[in-house]
């Protein structure tokens, strides 16, 4: 019913409206159709992943960074994401970065959003 409304919706809007979503995959046809343009951002490269880790997060060494950019193909928000848990762990618990803590994150980050990292759970 949402999908409709928002259907109708775009049909009588007037101006430019412009839309993101890392799920084009799970698009409806009718919906992807709508779109005049369509432009696909590519993840960042190992090399480019490396220096966000390093912005977002402040106090490990240059091989650290290296190690979790070559490890987990994150997206920029996905790098964020796993910044972010760290600042509210720091603020909740007075904890400091460790890497442990931020793998753990980072699998975390893996589980919630990347299927082809899951863990197969049951039977084959």
């Given at each position: 019913?949402?999908?409709n409304?928002?259907?109708?919706?775009m049909?009588?809007?007037e101006?430019?409206?412009?839309?993101t979503?890392?799920?084009?995959?799970?698009?409806?046809?009718?919906?992807e159709?709508?779109?005049?343009?369509?432009?696909?951002?590519?993840k960042p490269?190992?090399?480019?992943?490396?220096?966000?880790w390093?912005?977002?997060?402040?106090?490990?060494?240059?091989?650290e960074?290296?190690t979790?950019?070559?490890?987990?193909?994150?997206?920029g928000?996905q790098?964020e994401?796993?910044?972010?848990?760290?600042?509210?762990?720091?603020?909740?618990?007075?904890?400091?970065?460790?890497i442990?803590?931020?793998?753990?994150?980072c699998?975390s980050?893996?589980?919630q959003t990347?299927k082809?990292?899951?863990p197969?759970?049951g039977?084959?």
């Amino acid at each position: 019913a949402i999908q409709n409304i928002i259907l109708q919706e775009m049909e009588t809007l007037e101006g430019i409206m412009i839309c993101t979503t890392n799920l084009h995959g799970n698009l409806d046809p009718a919906f992807e159709r709508r779109f005049l343009y369509k432009i696909e951002l590519e993840k960042p490269g190992e090399e480019v992943r490396a220096k966000i880790w390093k912005v977002m997060m402040k106090g490990l060494d240059d091989e650290e960074y290296a190690t979790l950019a070559r490890r987990y193909p994150f997206s920029g928000g996905q790098i964020e994401n796993v910044a972010r848990k760290q600042i509210v762990n720091h603020i909740l618990y007075g904890t400091d970065y460790s890497i442990k803590d931020i793998r753990c994150d980072c699998l975390s980050e893996t589980l919630q959003t990347n299927k082809e990292f899951r863990p197969v759970i049951g039977f084959r």
